[in-house]
Antibody, heavy 121, light 110 residues
Framework: EVQLVESGGGLVQPGGSLTLSCAASGFTFNRHWMHWVRQAPGKGLVWVSRIRSDGGYTSYADFVKGRFTISRDNAKNTLYLHMNNLGVEDTAVYYC??????????????WGQGALVTVSS | QSALTQPASVSGSPGQSITISCTGSSSDVGGYNYVSWYQQRPGRAPRLMIFEDSNRPSGISDRFSGSKSGNTASLTISGLQAEDEADYYCSSYTSSRIVVFGGGTKVTVL
């Protein structure tokens, strides 16, 4: 059974940093692109970032470029999102998402339950 | 990058068919065969319903179908059921090598 379990969410002050982790199990982690997608309370889904199966390529939404870094440790079956210079607009549930492909990186077929990040003073 | 455009809400009676549109540009929806559709019920994580414009993942009912014409993709739900009441989101790969979502459509079963 595919499982994606996010951790590391919580309350952080504006300007602060936080790192989210996503522990993956039930599939061959190094054969899939992975994504982070967020959802502010009561709002829609917003794509944040993706990383290729081997970790050798990443891409980001413009609004996080230079502030967030996606990475993965294929030996530990874990995905990360390092977030710096957080603003109140970054408050959201962050979903770890497995892509259905090792090649295209365009469609998430398994989603974690999400980690809530709250940015507030 | 601008979000894809979806209607805020669509409704239908049980048994009817409804269609949700997703409009982008030649740089995203119209330029690639990489439109996906997701269903999200309240309090739940999203679920992939359609990938690569018109393909259904294993386990998804054939009442759900995807299509595309030019820069507009569509999700059709046939034989509408009460359990189909949810929010639906489209997404597309773009020429900037990123993914963009639509704003979401709330489907109500009357």
């Amino acid at each position: 059974e595919v499982q994606l379990v996010e951790s590391g969410g919580g309350l952080v002050q504006p300007g602060g940093s936080l790192t989210l982790s996503c522990a993956a199990s039930g599939f061959t982690f190094n054969r899939h692109w992975m994504h982070w997608v967020r959802q502010a309370p009561g709002k829609g889904l917003v794509w944040v970032s993706r990383i290729r199966s081997d970790g050798g390529y990443t891409s980001y939404a413009d609004f996080v470029k230079g502030r967030f870094t996606i990475s993965r440790d294929n030996a530990k079956n874990t995905l990360y999102l390092h977030m710096n210079n957080l603003g109140v607009e970054d408050t959201a549930v962050y979903y770890c998402v497995r892509d259905r492909s090792a090649i295209t990186g365009t469609a998430g077929d398994y989603w974690g339950q999400g980690a809530l990040v709250t940015v507030s003073s | 990058q601008s979000a894809l455009t979806q209607p805020a809400s669509v409704s239908g009676s049980p048994g009817q068919s409804i269609t949700i549109s997703c409009t982008g540009s030649s740089s995203d929806v119209g330029g690639y065969n990489y439109v996906s559709w997701y269903q999200q019920r309240p309090g739940r994580a999203p679920r992939l319903m359609i990938f690569e414009d018109s393909n259904r993942p294993s386990g998804i009912s054939d009442r759900f179908s995807g299509s595309k014409s030019g820069n507009t993709a569509s999700l059709t739900i046939s034989g509408l059921q009460a359990e189909d009441e949810a929010d639906y989101y489209c997404s597309s790969y773009t020429s900037s090598r990123i993914v963009v979502f639509g704003g979401g459509t709330k489907v109500t079963v009357l």
